[in-house]
């Protein structure tokens, strides 16, 4: 049964019912037949014996019967005895062997031999010796010949019956399977194809099928989207890579070409560096944004206090300290992981620094909102245009990507991005081309769940 198709499945199910059904209504006609029969039977007799009483009489000392008066009728044998039970006349069927003592006007079935008959007696008191018994037989058939013919009609009846509902039940099963029929078929294409721009057709309505259509249909799209970008995330890193690799190849070719000054290949080692700089930078940012995506690297919030990791990041770095500007007060404890934090922070300070206008400033701010601590870089650069605020979050995107050798790979504010997730938090941007920009990281100020 488990390997059958649901289809079958629900045919047999539907025929096992069925028949059941047909077997509890044949039953239930055989005994109502049964019943309707001894019913007429127990009439008949009531009203021939009825008939034939009316005929008996005694006169002048000796039974006399009327001329309508019939020992014998529809199925009916009329019996007269006297007081003291001693037949007078009529003539008991050889059947009916059983001593049957007399009751008045009580119908009965006795059980005589291999037969049964209906017996009814009335007193009839007519004469001077008191009056008479008179009895009436009627031979009630036995059970299973009373009802062949109901019962052929069923033994030849149910199988049809039976075979009309199987057919009928496959059919209906069919008919209600075709949609998921046609919705695996098309799955299996897409599949078989991989076309993930395919879709399911989603039947009328709104059943059930309709759901499970707009939901494959739903699960393809989001799968065409992430495969979409993941090839795009695999042509990025592989162009933006490409690009250093043959500056160095072609740095590599000149220098062996034309055997240069010491001069001229002190630049070059140091071309090659920057190269390779940017390289492992790239490099490393996808690794980190990979790692945090997957979660194979995860953010190790721990109480700090988060003016104290500021200030030293922003000693530490390579930026000009009359340019960078921190407004931090006391401590600020936040939980957070050290590294992560400071990944964030450098690479907003850079980016405050590599879009701010010559000689600029940047801000490093640290605060508090309900339920968060706030981390805030500022710049008074070029800022971004409102249309390009939603983009800069997305890995490789650069809103001006030609800026030479300075640029990054778009991957920084990605990674900025996937850091606050990863805290369960956040990043926001305010910026207008007319005073810079602001990003601010939203850290959620309760303990981490273990
Ligand atoms: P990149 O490596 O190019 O700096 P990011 O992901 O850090 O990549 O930034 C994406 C883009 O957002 C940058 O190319 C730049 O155009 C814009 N951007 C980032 N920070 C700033 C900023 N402080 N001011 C102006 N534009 C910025």
Known sequence: MKKLSIKIKITVWYLLLMGLMAGLIVAFLLAI?????????????????????????????????????????????????????????????????AQEPFENGLTRLVHTGSSQYYVLDFWLPVGWEGGLWVRGLLEAPDRAQSMPALLWV??????????????????????AFRPLEDITATADA?????????????????????????????????????????????????????????????????????????????ETIAMIHRQADKMSQLIGQLLSITRLDQGTETARR??????????????????????????????????????????????????????????????????TGPGE????????GKGIPPAEQEKVWQRFYQVDPARGEKSGAGLGLSMVQKIAQAHGGYMTLESDPAWGSAFTLHLPHREPER
């Open 154 to 175: 069923a033994v030849v009846t149910l199988p049809l019956f039976l075979l009309l509902a199987a057919v009928g039940g496959y059919w209906i099963a069919r008919r």
């Open 190 to 266: 897409i599949s078989q194809a991989s076309d993930l721009s395919a879709r399911v057709t989603v039947p009328p309505g709104s059943n059930e099928f309709t759901r499970l259509a707009s939901t494959f249909n739903q699960m393809f799209a989001r799968l065409e989207r992430s495969f979409e970008a993941e090839t795009q995330f695999t042509a990025d890193a592989s162009h933006e890579l490409r690009t250093p690799v043959s500056v160095i190849k072609s740095a590599c070719e000149y220098a062996e070409k034309y055997g240069e000054t010491p001069e001229e290949q002190r």
């Open 373 to 380: 601590v706030l981390l805030t870089v500022r710049d008074d």
């Open 33 to 97: 037949s049964g019943s309707v029969y001894s019913q007429n039977a127990m009439e008949q007799l009531d009203q021939t014996l009825r008939t034939n009483l009316s005929q008996v009489s005694m006169s002048e000392g000796s039974l006399a019967l009327g001329e309508t008066f019939q020992f014998y009728q529809n199925g009916v044998y009329t019996l007269i005895y006297s007081q003291n039970e001693a037949l007078l006349a009529g003539q008991v069927p050889v059947a009916f062997t």
């Open 302 to 367: 721990e109480k700090i206090d988060l003016t104290d990791l500021v200030r030293t990041v922003c000693a530490e770095g390579p930026w000009p300290a009359d340019g960078l500007v921190l407004e931090a007060g006391g401590p600020l404890l936040a939980w957070a992981d050290k590294a992560l934090i400071t990944r964030l922070l450098q690479n907003l300070i850079d980016n405050g620094f590599k879009y701010g206008k010559p000689g600029g400033h940047v801000w490093v701010s640290l605060g």
